[in-house]
């Protein structure tokens, strides 16, 4: 069965300080995974997927997320948080062997301060 | 541009009446969803579509109805049955196989009045 625990739901950090948002997965088969951002009142935008050509994934604005198999893990990075990371992120596997279904993790808000 | 569209973007219920949200994409995506989202609460998933009319129910089906008549499109359709419809609804859509990443509509939020 897939499934994905996003460790934190609340995350403040300070603008210019770096961003940790940690996802644990549970995959029967080799995991589909990917991470959105969501701005307020908005669709989820696709930051970064792992494809199983690299553990470390490049996104957009500057995230990565590094693919863990011996801690099932995938957290998601920033070097510098920016004002406009401010937003909901999830943390999703797929289930693309047999029913297709998108299961998301229950979200991490992040805070920026200036 | 490809794409998948959510219409309309705002939608207002009275007690009682059935209202139909509409997705259409044209990605030539295989799968379709429907999730809900709560104020701060994730996705809850209402129902999926593999293929032209067939669809599956999800974790919170009830008092919801779809049709998958048309690859492109995926109308939701909340019913009177739904007795605490007001939330925001997102569709998205998907080509089947590993790695393949969901496009999200903009949303709906219905408010029932």
């Known amino acids: 069965a897939q499934s994905v625990t996003q460790l934190d739901s609340h995350v403040s950090v300070s603008e210019g300080t770096p961003v940790l948002l940690r996802c644990n997965y549970s995959?029967?088969?080799?995991?589909?995974l990917f991470w959105y951002v969501q701005h307020p009142n908005k669709g989820l935008q696709l930051l970064l997927k792992?494809?199983?050509?690299?553990?470390l994934v490049k996104g957009i604005n500057g995230f990565e997320a590094e693919f863990k198999k011996s801690e099932t893990s995938f957290h998601l990075t920033k070097p510098s948080a920016h004002m406009s990371d401010a937003a909901e992120y999830f943390c999703?596997?797929?289930?693309?062997?047999?029913?297709?279904?998108?299961?998301f993790g229950s979200g991490t808000r992040l805070l920026v301060r200036p | 541009d490809g794409g998948i569209t959510q219409s309309p973007k705002y939608l207002f219920r009275k007690e009682g009446q059935n209202v139909t949200l509409s997705c259409e994409q044209n990605?030539?995506?295989?799968?379709m969803y429907w999730y809900r989202q709560d104020p701060g609460q994730g996705l809850r998933l209402i129902y999926y579509?593999?293929?032209?009319?067939?669809?599956q129910k999800g974790d919170i089906a009830e008092g919801y109805s779809v049709s998958r008549e048309k690859k492109e499109s995926f109308p939701l359709t909340v019913t009177s049955a739904q007795k605490n419809p007001t939330a925001f609804y997102l569709c998205?859509?998907?080509?089947?196989?590993?790695?393949?990443?969901?496009?999200f509509g903009q949303g709906t939020r219905l408010t029932v009045v």
């Open positions: 998205a859509s998907t080509l089947r196989g590993q790695n393949t990443e969901a496009f």
């Open positions: 995959s029967s088969y080799s995991p589909s």
């Open positions: 792992y494809t199983s050509a690299a553990t």
């Open positions: 999703v596997v797929s289930d693309w062997v047999s029913s297709y279904k998108l299961i």
């Open positions: 990605l030539n995506h295989d799968a």
């Open positions: 579509s593999q293929i032209v009319n067939d669809f």
